[in-house]
């Protein structure tokens, strides 16, 4: 043995076990840092750029919920990015690192109830697998999305529930639903937990009336800057006119795409769960089913959505793979061990891309694999005032350039469904109102399906550039000089 490490290996005995405790927690809080760090310089998101651009123009006046902002999620995870903002700038890099910061603050909960569960030492396996599984990018876990923002709040929410604090859990399940709606998992979990330990009606009562804390002031805010109508449309009611298509090939494409994550975590504690305490099976089966509901909420069923099984599979897995260990069955220890190092194979070769090749790779989409140039396209050929329109899903680029988006409906989804918007979308274009509109070559019949959006483009728009398959048109009138050599 090298003789640092027997130094090392002395000093940890030296240590006393609560300072063991500590300094394992640390080491695994920055181990979930650390393995993001190669993907800080990964171009943004369709996601993170509504949640940085909508932070950005509310902190500067814009109304949420408005015709000049709208986005039909929740305050919290806005406020979230407005803090991170504050705290760390507004770049890529920072925008990254804060949503990695938010896991890092997730590990120790998954630490506590791990050790509540079982034992010490599948408490630490089971942060470690936490802190590394959930930056898989075939969950998209290394972005800063609402997703891994809620499951702090959540999981810390269920370990105050397991020591009997059902007010302050109630509190934090509030906050977990205003980050991202399908925290409401962790309310349903809650009840679950109540009913499983007969829990007294008082204790249904806090938990509940702490968990309408959040969800409260959500409502007052609305009410006192848009009103009842905007505010009930943008959060409830625009998601009636919404009807996905084929959800149940969304579901099967997206459960095989993020397989790499969940299928060793599962394989690997089903493998030892005959080892295991029946009543903690039991617990972590309703954490698993009680997560369910709340990804299907948004009927998408997308990678990042796959991120809330992360924290109970993590668990099951390092619980089962301590036992296999300790009740010496050696065919099962390397099956689940060979198992739950799959992530090296299968997450290790994107660390290693450059930002293009591992944009590309991953999501398959110009207006993200080359946000970056587009935004700075548009920063040297445009004003602050000047606004522009990226057809149909690019916030991220609005953001990075520091340009209003001319239409307020910033995701596609919203241009398919919602009632008028296709509508206005034309009439803005054929008025020319943006300075530029941003498009690639190909668009989804959804957004466009008479194609008007396409002729009045082509008849108030030309053709001034293109970066990869991003096409970028100006205004007619605009277009010679840009088109000049």
């Known amino acids: 043995m090298p003789s640092f490490v027997f130094t090392l290996s002395t000093a940890w005995r030296r240590l006393a076990t609560a300072q063991q405790r500590m300094l394992a927690v640390i080491g695994a809080m920055l181990l979930a840092v650390l393995v993001r760090a190669p993907f800080f310089r990964?171009?943004?998101?369709?996601?993170?750029?509504?949640?940085?651009?909508?932070?950005?123009?509310?902190?500067?006046?814009?109304?949420?919920?408005?015709?000049?902002?709208?986005?039909?999620?929740?305050?919290?995870?806005?406020?979230?990015?407005?803090?991170?903002?504050?705290?760390?700038?507004?770049?890529?890099?920072?925008?990254?690192?804060?949503?990695?910061?938010?896991?890092?603050?997730?590990?120790?909960?998954?630490?506590?109830?791990?050790?509540?569960?079982?034992?010490?030492?599948?408490?630490?396996?089971?942060?470690?697998?936490?802190?590394?599984?959930?930056?898989?990018?075939?969950?998209?876990?290394?972005?800063?999305?609402?997703?891994?923002?809620?499951?702090?709040?959540?999981?810390?929410?269920?370990?105050?529930?397991?020591?009997?604090?059902?007010?302050?859990?109630?509190?934090?399940?509030?906050?977990?639903?205003?980050?991202?709606?399908?925290?409401?998992?962790?309310?349903?979990?809650?009840?679950?937990?109540?009913?499983?330990?007969?829990?007294?009606?008082?204790?249904?009562?806090?938990?509940?009336?702490?968990?309408?804390?959040?969800?409260?002031?959500?409502?007052?805010?609305?009410?006192?800057?848009?009103?009842?109508?905007?505010?009930?449309?943008?959060?409830?009611?625009?998601?009636?006119?919404?009807?996905?298509?084929?959800?149940?090939?969304?579901?099967?494409?997206?459960?095989?795409?993020?397989?790499?994550?969940?299928?060793?975590?599962?394989?690997?504690?089903?493998?030892?769960?005959?080892?295991?305490?029946?009543?903690?099976?039991?617990?972590?089966a309703l954490w698993l089913l009680t997560a369910l509901p709340g990804m299907a909420m948004g009927g998408g069923w997308y990678r990042h959505y796959f991120a809330q099984i992360v924290p109970p599979l993590a668990v099951l897995a390092a619980a089962s793979l301590k036992a296999l260990y300790a009740a010496g069955s050696r065919q099962r220890q390397v099956w689940a061990t060979t198992l739950l190092c799959t992530l090296a194979l299968s997450a290790g070769p994107y660390m290693l891309m450059s930002p293009h090749r591992g944009a590309e790779a991953v999501f398959q989409k110009p207006m993200v694999t080359y946000a970056n140039e587009v935004s700075a396209w548009v920063r040297a050929h445009s004003t602050p005032n000047d606004t522009i329109y990226v057809a149909y899903e690019g916030a991220q680029i609005c953001y990075l350039s520091g340009r209003r988006s001319a239409n307020p409906y910033l995701f596609a989804i919203h241009v398919n469904y919602l009632p008028g918007v296709y509508d206005g979308l034309v009439a803005q274009i054929e008025a020319a109102e943006p300075r530029y509109v941003l498009t690639t070559i190909w668009r989804g019949a959804l957004s466009d399906p008479d194609e008007r959006f396409t002729l009045a483009l082509h008849e108030h728009y030309t053709l001034v550039d293109t970066i990869d398959l991003v096409e970028i048109y100006a205004r007619n009138g605009e277009a010679d000089a840009l088109l000049a050599p």
């Open 42 to 284: 990964w171009p943004l998101i369709a996601d993170e750029g509504v949640y940085a651009y909508t932070a950005h123009w509310w902190s500067r006046g814009y109304a949420l919920y408005s015709a000049d902002l709208w986005m039909d999620r929740p305050q919290a995870i806005f406020v979230a990015y407005r803090l991170g903002m504050g705290l760390l700038g507004g770049s890529t890099a920072a925008l990254r690192l804060w949503g990695a910061l938010w896991v890092a603050a997730t590990v120790p909960f998954v630490y506590l109830i791990a050790r509540r569960l079982f034992d010490e030492r599948a408490a630490w396996l089971a942060m470690a697998l936490y802190a590394v599984y959930s930056m898989s990018p075939h969950i998209e876990g290394f972005t800063a999305n609402a997703e891994l923002f809620m499951l702090l709040p959540a999981t810390a929410s269920l370990w105050l529930l397991l020591r009997g604090r059902p007010g302050w859990a109630g509190l934090l399940a509030g906050l977990a639903v205003m980050l991202k709606p399908s925290g409401v998992s962790a309310g349903l979990l809650a009840m679950a937990v109540l009913w499983r330990e007969h829990a007294p009606w008082s204790a249904y009562l806090r938990y509940l009336a702490a968990a309408l804390l959040a969800p409260f002031a959500s409502l007052i805010h609305g009410l006192i800057t848009v009103g009842w109508a905007d505010y009930a449309y943008a959060l409830f009611f625009s998601r009636l006119s919404i009807q996905r298509p084929w959800p149940l090939a969304m579901f099967l494409s997206n459960l095989w795409l993020t397989a790499p994550v969940w299928l060793p975590l599962a394989v690997a504690g089903l493998l030892g769960r005959t080892l295991l305490p029946r009543s903690s099976r039991r617990f972590l």
